[in-house]
T-cell receptor, first 111, second 115 residues
């Protein structure tokens, strides 16, 4: 089976812009979670989608949003980018919820 | 107090050594315990997961969970240079209704195995 894929792999944006990141889960996985990884805070949970519904959200501002499509593919959007949003954004898919398989991530740099 | 604490290291060992990696946690609701390996500039790779207390072995890797002490460990036997990576522990609680939805991670331990 193909693994989790994320596009784009690298992105450079300027403050105030918005960005959309995409994630394609492993075939058959209906749960998709998003995480932000930074050197200072480590891996932090953003939100999780299952069957197009957001089941839970982490402690991030409303500028961070996501959605899931009927084919389980997911997107996350960050509006009004700030310098502190520079991070590796990771998507993970799962059937069980706890056994999560990660993609390679999208490295976002905000200048 | 952070929910999950993990010594960031770095940890440097000679090839063939036994490596012990550990995490402590404060949330007694955690029931699933995972170990991930992350190479530089890659996404985390799931190594092992265990449910509740006990041991689990997979090749050179052994995971241990002691819920009474809120302490989990990962042992790597006969360590190899290819084991050099950051190791992350992660935990999940069982949500009402049976579905898990969120992993809480330690910050990771950087391991270097020297040839």
């Amino acid at each position: 089976k193909a693994g989790v894929t994320q596009t784009p792999r690298y992105l450079i944006k300027t403050r105030g812009q918005q960005v959309t990141l995409s994630c394609s889960p492993i075939s058959g996985h209906r749960s998709v979670s998003w995480y932000q990884q930074t050197p200072g805070q480590g891996l932090q949970f953003l939100f999780e989608y299952f069957s197009e519904t957001q089941r839970n959200k982490g402690n991030f501002p409303g500028r961070f949003s996501g959605r899931q499509f009927s084919n389980s593919r997911s997107e996350m959007n960050v509006s009004t980018l700030e310098l502190g949003d520079s991070a590796l954004y990771l998507c993970a898919s799962s059937t069980t919820g706890y056994e999560q398989y990660f993609g390679p991530g999208t490295r976002l740099t905000v200048t | 107090q952070k929910e999950v604490e993990q010594d960031p290291g770095p940890l440097s060992v000679p090839e063939g050594a036994i490596v012990s990696l550990n995490c402590t946690y404060s949330n007694s609701a955690f029931q699933y315990f995972m170990w991930y390996r992350q190479y530089s500039r890659k996404g985390p790779e799931l190594l092992m997961y265990t449910y509740s207390s006990g041991n689990k072995e997979d090749g050179r890797f052994t995971a241990q969970v002691d819920k009474s002490s809120k302490y989990i460990s990962l042992f790597i036997r006969d360590s190899q240079p290819s084991d050099s990576a950051t190791y992350l522990c992660a935990m999940s609680a069982i949500r009402r209704g049976g579905s898990n939805y969120k992993l809480t991670f330690g910050k990771g331990t950087l391991l270097t195995v020297n040839p």
